[in-house]
């Protein structure tokens, strides 16, 4: 392919992303939708050209650093404070139950239905499909209450970093024997990890305050890039590393304590936050815009003509939205509109889709599943939102029709004068 027409094609899509973006904000219809048609689009007119280009060999370089900076976007946007403690630890409950029933309950529902499936690989494969999409969900919720907004931020947030830290332990661990080892394999290695990267994290943070010069963010990006490939050789969780610096960028004034608060200055911490903070979001928008649209491109269209994809999809679909209605009348009682219907899937599943080892493919699972539920999932939180607002509306309406309650007036006193 010519040169130009690939940079013309690259910056059309991103002008695409930027304006749907835009688009979902104002009408909380999901830019996944319309970047993973924009991809089947593109797949049809490439097939038509004749041109079937290899993305896989791109893919997994673009997914580690995908997983990288969703892991690091997700820990800057958890705040750390007493008071936003209520809502901290229900949305934990709410994102680890519902990760861990969801994911179990598809797994029994994919032993089922394609025989001969062991528990280990469909556990592996029901992970994804389980997780919630934070880069979904965080800007579809702008127009919610402010508690509902930061509890699906934070349940959304949770779901992302537990979701994707249990499918790599569990695929990096494979070569355990029984389930007491794995137990003891997995324990050890986040301890290691979490005591490797609590010190690593400080460190980066001391020096990454003294240094004077422009471009800190890719500089700091590479070590982290670093030190999460050289922890995957060792074989620690090094998405705990990317985790703790985040979270200890995010929230330094509540994590300093003792000598550290006198070698850690708060104004060279914040400035390098709000840093971080852009540049983060604008490489995870590229990620997110790539990824997507990709995946549109590589799915097999004709699976979605077969009965078996859609009664999977639609028993998927049943189980989670059920399993999330009980958690969310069990935790916050009768309040379960529309947060029990806003658990969409995205970017994460997509990536973690892609990086199921080989050992544990199932050659049953058509990727057309995954792409009923991403979209299934994204148009019932685009109608939960958009009937939730209408009801705020009304509700605002019907406020301001009310008449004014007005006081009885007191009697006025008549003066009268007997002279």
Same mark, same amino acid.
């Given at each position: 392919?010519?040169?130009?027409?690939?940079?013309?094609?690259?910056?059309?899509?991103?002008?695409?992303?930027?304006?749907?973006?835009?688009?979902?904000?104002?009408?909380?219809?999901?830019?996944?939708?319309?970047?993973?048609?924009?991809?089947?689009?593109?797949?049809?007119?490439?097939?038509?050209?004749?041109?079937?280009?290899?993305?896989?060999?791109?893919?997994?370089?673009?997914?580690?650093?995908?997983?990288?900076?969703?892991?690091?976007?997700?820990?800057?946007?958890?705040?750390?404070?007493?008071?936003?403690?209520?809502?901290?630890?229900?949305?934990?409950?709410?994102?680890?139950?519902?990760?861990? !029933?969801? @994911? /179990?309950? %598809?797994?029994?529902?994919?032993? +089922? $239905?394609?025989?001969?499936?062991?528990? &280990?690989?469909?556990?592996?494969?029901?992970?994804?499909?389980?997780?919630?999409?934070?880069?979904?969900?965080?800007?579809?919720?702008?127009?919610?209450?402010?508690?509902?907004?930061?509890?699906?931020?934070?349940?959304?947030?949770?779901?992302?970093?537990?979701?994707?830290?249990?499918?790599?332990?569990?695929?990096?661990?494979?070569?355990?024997?029984?389930?007491?080892?794995?137990?003891?394999?997995?324990?050890?290695?986040?301890?290691?990890?979490?005591?490797?990267?609590?010190?690593?994290?400080?460190?980066?943070?001391?020096?990454?305050?003294?240094?004077?010069?422009?471009?800190?963010?890719?500089?700091?990006?590479?070590?982290?890039?670093?030190?999460?490939?050289?922890?995957?050789?060792?074989? !620690?969780? @090094? /998405?705990? %590393?990317?985790?703790?610096?985040? +979270? $200890?960028?995010?929230?330094?004034?509540? &994590?300093?304590?003792?000598?550290?608060?006198?070698?850690?200055?708060?104004?060279?911490?914040?400035?390098?936050?709000?840093?971080?903070?852009?540049?983060?979001?604008?490489?995870?928008?590229?990620?997110?815009?790539?990824?997507?649209?990709?995946?549109?491109?590589?799915?097999?269209?004709?699976?979605?003509?077969?009965?078996?994809?859609?009664?999977?999809?639609?028993?998927?679909?049943?189980?989670?939205?059920?399993?999330?209605?009980?958690?969310?009348?069990?935790?916050?009682?009768?309040?379960?509109?529309?947060?029990?219907?806003?658990?969409?899937?995205?970017?994460?599943?997509?990536?973690?889709?892609?990086?199921?080892?080989?050992?544990?493919?199932?050659?049953?699972?058509?990727?057309?599943?995954?792409?009923?539920?991403?979209?299934?999932?994204?148009?019932?939180?685009?109608?939960?939102?958009?009937?939730?607002?209408?009801?705020?509306?009304?509700?605002?309406?019907?406020?301001?029709?009310?008449?004014?309650?007005?006081?009885?007036?007191?009697?006025?006193?008549?003066?009268?004068?007997?002279?």
């Amino acid at each position: 392919m010519n040169a130009y027409l690939f940079l013309i094609g690259l910056c059309v899509i991103i002008i695409i992303s930027f304006f749907t973006n835009m688009l979902a904000k104002k009408t909380n219809i999901p830019s996944v939708l319309i970047l993973i048609g924009l991809g089947v689009v593109i797949q049809e007119i490439l097939t038509k050209l004749n041109m079937e280009p290899n993305y896989f060999s791109s893919l997994e370089v673009l997914g580690i650093i995908g997983l990288i900076m969703i892991v690091l976007e997700a820990a800057l946007d958890l705040e750390l404070k007493k008071e936003k403690w209520p809502v901290i630890w229900k949305s934990f409950v709410i994102a680890s139950f519902s990760l861990t !029933l969801t @994911s /179990l309950s %598809i797994s029994f529902i994919i032993r +089922l $239905l394609i025989p001969g499936i062991e528990f &280990l690989p469909a556990l592996v494969y029901a992970l994804p499909l389980s997780i919630m999409s934070s880069a979904i969900i965080i800007p579809s919720v702008a127009n919610l209450s402010s508690y509902k907004k930061e509890f699906l931020i934070y349940e959304s947030t949770f779901s992302d970093i537990l979701g994707i830290m249990v499918f790599y332990m569990i695929v990096e661990n494979l070569d355990t024997e029984g389930m007491r080892q794995l137990s003891f394999a997995i324990g050890s290695n986040i301890f290691l990890t979490l005591v490797i990267s609590v010190v690593l994290s400080y460190i980066l943070l001391y020096i990454i305050q003294n240094i004077r010069g422009g471009a800190k963010f890719f500089l700091f990006l590479a070590v982290l890039v670093l030190l999460y490939a050289v922890g995957k050789l060792f074989h !620690l969780s @090094s /998405l705990v %590393i990317i985790l703790m610096f985040g +979270l $200890l960028l995010r929230n330094h004034k509540v &994590l300093l304590f003792g000598k550290l608060e006198e070698w850690l200055r708060d104004s060279s911490i914040d400035r390098v936050y709000e840093q971080f903070k852009l540049i983060t979001e604008e490489t995870s928008f590229l990620v997110r815009t790539f990824f997507f649209v990709v995946f549109g491109m590589t799915l097999p269209l004709y699976t979605l003509l077969t009965w078996k994809v859609w009664l999977i999809s639609i028993l998927f679909l049943i189980v989670t939205y059920a399993l999330r209605y009980g958690l969310f009348y069990i935790v916050e009682k009768k309040d379960t509109l529309p947060q029990s219907f806003i658990a969409p899937k995205g970017l994460i599943s997509i990536l973690l889709f892609f990086a199921i080892p080989e050992s544990l493919q199932i050659n049953g699972f058509q990727k057309g599943i995954l792409f009923v539920v991403i979209i299934v999932t994204n148009i019932i939180m685009a109608w939960s939102l958009i009937v939730s607002g209408k009801r705020n509306r009304d509700e605002e309406l019907q406020t301001d029709l009310e008449p004014p309650v007005s006081k009885k007036e007191k009697p006025e006193l008549v003066e009268i004068n007997l002279n």
